[in-house]
């Protein structure tokens, strides 16, 4: 089962308890638009090279439809709709109007040369180009994206429109209307929001005491990481493909930062235990962040995690089966579109700087973030969940989708 089809099980599951009509439900579950492109490259060597893109628009009942967008061998259209669908959740629930949207190109970026990435991205970007506007759909980064992509989009889609456009896209390098602090945003919110569940859920009198492992240690992880080391929580484990480190008394996170800056693994570092990468989702620790890729706790190993609460910084990092097995154990797990969102946050934020053209400074960035999206998010998943009984998950997907149907209720649907 993949993502798309593990989220449409979740969505089920909060409509069916939110009582919603019929027709709605069955409008909302499925995506509004699908497009498919070929994108013929001119490489290196002379030869044309033709390179599948996706972007699928989920709904856009609640403004322009948002999401980032990923370059990684094996991109299909059902992942991409999976991601594209979960993006309007995300967006629903932290009260931004935007509707959910994803894009994604099947290539192994390492093996292009930065000519042929910049040539991909171009000629994507125009094949996009009746599709991508700053009002209609905005990309971002994903995976395997960065600012550098996104300048480039933004030019591209500028000189096509015959004007500036720096709304069309988020994540931009802030030379180019950038804005401070998307880098860390994501990172930032799962830790934020995994310190207050930690208050919540643990059964621990001090929960500064609390262990922390993150499965990941790209932008997201290294930033939660070094969120809770700064907030003197004991960091256990981290994680990338290559290895797990470990340290039952708490790793150094900034001197494994500086490591992974100048190798770009974490194989190498030599002041913590070395083990299999996969080990770090089964440690006995009170706080696992899975902040790589998608289902890697799943139906056969989630009976072997020990860890008392998930924070999913990764989009859907459990499927429906693994949920199943661990609400068993009681485990606490925070849902992607809560834990996550911080990225998407930060981007209206960029996007609202873009068109006023007032440059936001970071400290008010990261405060606003956090009182008035992640923590306040965080409050009204857990009071809902508490009020209906159910898991939190559940209750995030009841406040998204009770706001989009009380839009589409008002406005009709067209």
Known sequence: MNIYENNQKRYDKACELLGVDANIHALLRRT???????????????????????????????????GGLRYAKGVNLEEV??????????????????????????????????GELE?????????????FHPDRDIPAPDMNTNPQIMAWIYDTYSSLAGKDSPGVVTGKPLECHGIEGRIEATGLGVATIALEASKDYLDLKDTSIA?????????????ASKTFYENRRTVVAVSDVTCTLYDENGLN?????????????????????VMDRDEILFLDVDVLCPCALENVIKKDNAHKVKASIIVEGANSPLTPEADEVL??????????????????VVSFFEWNQARSM?????????KKLKEDFMIPNYNAVRDMARAHKTDLRT??????????????????ID
């Not at 993150?214 to 997201?220: A, L």
């Not at 995030?396 to 009709?412: H, Q, T």
């Open 32 to 66: 509004r638009r699908q497009i498919e492109v070929n994108c013929p490259v001119k490489m290196d060597d002379g030869s044309l090279k033709l390179f599948k893109g996706f972007r699928v628009q989920h709904t856009r009942a609640m403004g322009p439809t948002k």
């Open 81 to 114: 709709k999976g991601l594209a669908f979960l993006m309007t959740w995300k967006c629903a629930l932290m009260g931004i109007p935007f509707g959910g949207a994803k894009g994604g190109i099947n290539v192994d970026v390492q093996k292009l040369s930065i």
């Open 119 to 131: 040539r991909l991205t171009r000629r994507y970007t125009k094949e996009m180009s009746t599709i």
């Open 211 to 223: 262990t922390f492992a993150i499965q990941g240690f790209g932008n997201v992880g290294s930033i």
């Open 253 to 273: 996170i900034p001197e494994i930062i500086e490591h992974v800056s100048k190798t770009g693994v974490l194989k190498g570092y030599e002041n913590a235990t």
């Open 327 to 344: 609400s068993k154990k009681h485990t606490i797990i925070v849902p992607d579109i809560l834990a996550n969102a911080g990225g998407v």
């Open 358 to 366: 007032y440059r936001w400074k970071k400290a008010d960035v990261f």
């Open 395 to 412: 209750a995030s997907f009841m406040i998204a989708i009770d706001k989009v149907v009380k839009n589409i209720k008002a406005r009709g």
